[in-house]
Every structure is written in structure tokens, then in C-alpha cells.
């Protein structure tokens, strides 16, 4: 499997080419970082409704990246094109630079992308250990485990302590259902679940929508912990100033597509807004240009 490709051999004296000693082709530049993960000119149609209209991702290595739009803009289709829960009608997905194409959200996993959904994908019933390990559940070692399917919940259950206790998540007992917890402590198991699990990326999607105003900051706490594990997070949110208060950049959705990337520290919040509105466009410099006068001046940003 390590010879030269076929069109070498045809088009070279085969004597004096060395196999060896070929140059790297066009290396990187030294200076940009790699995405971790990113996407080119996705597209995704349900019927006539295009939910993906050309769209751009890319998440940094390192850092909490937000996603924000309106309702209807397209998040949380953007994060089902980047986590294989469907194959995108057009446009290409890398991982680590490598083109890739999920055959599902199994195999995303398997790749170490590990996403918290808007709807809780918790299992109320069981325990927080359980649910911890569910779908990758520790067996006993020998035939108990190979033929009984016995399930190793000691070990399980030290793990699933020391994992919580090493994110600082205060559940009590790891043994209590998770029907016991609060929204904030069960939003906190998935959420150490996903940290527990990913080697590449969290994506979370809305995860503070239905919190109160402790356990949001409870949640925001984790998100902070996951980054400084070095594991890059992609937070979808509409509340402003969680996106404010925890994201390093903002990518900006807005009719389909990515419409601009900010820092949170060069803008307004009401900027931020308007952007998401369409009532203020971003230059390529980096300063906004008013684009709907309207629209911006209703949002207390027309001027400057
Ligand atoms: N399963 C679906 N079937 C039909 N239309 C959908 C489906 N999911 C999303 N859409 C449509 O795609 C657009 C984008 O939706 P969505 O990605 O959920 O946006 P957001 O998360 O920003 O609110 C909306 O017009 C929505 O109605
Ligand atoms: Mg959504």
C-alpha cells in the first residue's frame, strides 16, 4: 500500500523519482489554527423550506463559540447538519480538517462530539451513575459480563462520582434518580455527561432555556469547566447575556446562514441584536453599517 499512485509511474523517468523524498504539498500556513470543527456552504431543505441557506461554521480550538439567531434562523439545524443527526443536502463537513460525513449521531459520538439537546435526553427514572454510562455501560469482567450482560454498577458508580465531583456538580448521591433532581441538577448531568464523554466538542442547544436564574449560572459554571479541560464547546442561545457573560466569539445566524462572527468584548449587546435582525450589517473591518434605518433605529442603534 505504499507505492507511488499510478499516474507517477506514467508520467516520470520511474528510475530517478524517489517516493521518499516528495516535498509536503502546499503546507499550511504555521500562523492559523485548525477548526476543530467547521463546515462549508452546507445546505438543508425540508420541502420548500430552506432551514440551511449556504451556511460557514467554525469552532476554535479551545473555546466556547455561542450561536445565536432568531427563532427560525436555522440553529438548531446547523448543529443537526454538524452532529450526523442528518446528511446536509449540499456543502461539506471537517472535523480536525478532515472532511467528514456522519452516518448518524453514534458515529458523530464516536468522533467525540457529544451534544446536549434542547429537549433533555435524560432517563428520568434511572439514576444519575446510569445515566452517566447509558448506552456505554461498564460489564462485569469474564462471563458475567461476555455472556450475562451483568453490568459492573460499582465501578460505574465511582466513576460517575469522581467525574461529577471533578466538575465541582453537587447532585447528592449518584445512586438518586434523576426524576429526584432539580431542571439545574438534571441539566447538569447531561451536560457532565457530554463533558465525560467528548474528546472534541460539546454542543449544547439552548441548555439554560428552561432554568431559573441559580441553576442558569449553575450551567454556565460547567460550560466554563468543559473549555478549561480543553474540549471547545458550541453553545446555541438566545439569552443575550449568557452569550455575553460565557462566549469567547459569536457566530451570528440569521436567515440560514452565518451572517458574521463577533468577539462579545468589540460589541453592544443591542449591536449584537441588531446584527441578528438584519437592521445593522458588519464590514469586513469589522464596524457595522446600518442596513435596515427602520429596524435599527427601533433597536436604539442607528447612529454612531
Ligand atoms: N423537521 C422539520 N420539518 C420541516 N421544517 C423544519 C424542520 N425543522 C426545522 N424546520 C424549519 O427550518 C427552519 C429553521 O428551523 P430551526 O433550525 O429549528 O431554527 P432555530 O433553531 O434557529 O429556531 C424553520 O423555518 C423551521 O420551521
Ligand atoms: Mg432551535
Excluded at 447531561?190 to 474528546?199: I, M, P, Q, T
Amino acid at each position: 500500500m505504499t507505492g507511488p499512485a499510478p499516474h507517477d509511474a506514467a508520467s516520470h523517468d520511474a528510475a530517478s523519482h524517489d517516493p521518499a523524498s516528495a516535498a509536503p504539498v502546499s503546507p499550511a500556513s504555521p500562523a492559523a489554527p485548525e477548526p476543530v470543527l467547521s463546515a462549508r456552504g452546507l445546505v438543508k431543505r425540508y420541502g420548500h423550506v430552506t432551514a440551511i441557506d449556504h451556511a460557514d461554521f467554525d469552532l476554535m480550538p479551545g473555546e466556547v463559540l455561542a450561536v445565536i439567531g432568531d427563532n427560525g434562523a436555522g440553529k438548531t439545524s446547523l448543529i443537526k447538519a454538524l452532529t450526523g443527526a442528518f446528511v446536509p443536502d449540499a456543502g461539506e463537513v471537517r472535523l480536525h480538517g478532515r472532511p467528514i460525513r456522519f452516518a448518524g449521531p453514534q458515529d458523530a459520538r464516536a468522533h467525540g462530539i457529544e451534544t446536549v439537546y434542547q429537549d433533555l435526553a435524560v432517563a428520568a427514572s434511572m439514576d444519575i451513575a446510569s445515566n452517566m454510562f447509558l448506552g456505554r455501560e461498564i460489564r462485569r469482567a469474564g462471563v458475567l459480563g461476555s455472556v450475562f450482560r451483568l453490568l459492573d454498577k460499582k465501578a460505574m458508580r465511582r466513576q460517575a462520582a469522581d467525574h461529577m465531583a471533578a466538575l465541582k456538580v453537587g447532585v447528592g448521591s449518584i445512586t438518586q434518580p434523576v426524576e429526584t433532581l432539580s431542571g439545574g441538577q438534571r441539566q447538569a448531568v447531561a451536560v457532565a455527561r457530554a463533558a465525560a464523554w467528548a474528546r472534541s466538542v460539546v454542543v449544547m442547544d439552548e441548555p439554560t432555556a428552561a432554568l431559573g436564574v441559580k441553576e442558569s449560572g449553575q450551567v454556565l459554571d460547567l460550560i466554563r469547566r468543559v473549555r478549561d479541560k480543553g474540549i471547545p464547546v458550541i453553545l446555541i442561545s438566545h439569552n443575550m447575556p449568557h452569550v455575553f457573560e460565557i462566549a469567547d466569539r459569536v457566530h451570528v445566524h440569521r436567515l440560514g446562514r452565518r451572517e458574521a462572527v463577533i468577539k462579545p468584548s468589540d460589541y453592544s449587546m443591542a449591536e449584537v441584536v441588531a446584527i441578528m435582525t438584519g437592521a445593522l450589517g458588519v464590514r469586513p473591518d469589522g464596524g457595522t453599517v446600518v442596513a435596515d434605518s427602520d429596524a435599527a433605529s427601533a433597536a436604539g442603534v442607528l447612529g454612531s
